[in-house]
């Protein structure tokens, strides 16, 4: 979801995305951005772009993302991860130009 638009965004060529929350609070206690000494911008400039840009509440990701709906034997053969199909919806780069203006690339 977010790793995949700051690398499609030019941000840095690989990104990964760590989220933490806390029992009983929505939004994320911390937003750690680790770019493995690739990224255009630095990593803490992503993580509030991020910040700024998704809505992580659990609840906004559910709608976001639109897992409501069961898809288990689609992600049971070939992983989750990586896949075109337009049902996995955490795969789309739909951030991408928010990035962009946010972080001045």
């Not at 750690?32 to 690739?38: A, I, N, S």
């Not at 689609?74 to 991408?96: D, I, P």
Request: proline residues 4%.
């Amino acid at each position: 979801m977010g790793g995949e638009n700051v690398v499609a965004s030019g941000a840095a060529s690989r990104c990964e995305v760590q989220v933490a929350y806390a029992i009983g609070i929505a939004r994320p206690m911390s937003i750690l951005v680790e770019t493995f000494g690739t990224e255009t911008v630095s990593p803490d400039s992503i993580a509030s772009a991020i910040s700024e840009i998704f809505d992580l509440r659990p609840a906004a990701i559910i709608d976001e993302l639109n897992l409501r709906r069961p898809i288990y034997a689609q992600t049971a053969a070939y992983g989750h991860f990586g896949r075109e199909e337009e049902s996995f919806t955490w795969e789309q780069l739909n951030k991408v130009d928010a990035l962009k203006s946010v972080l001045n690339i």
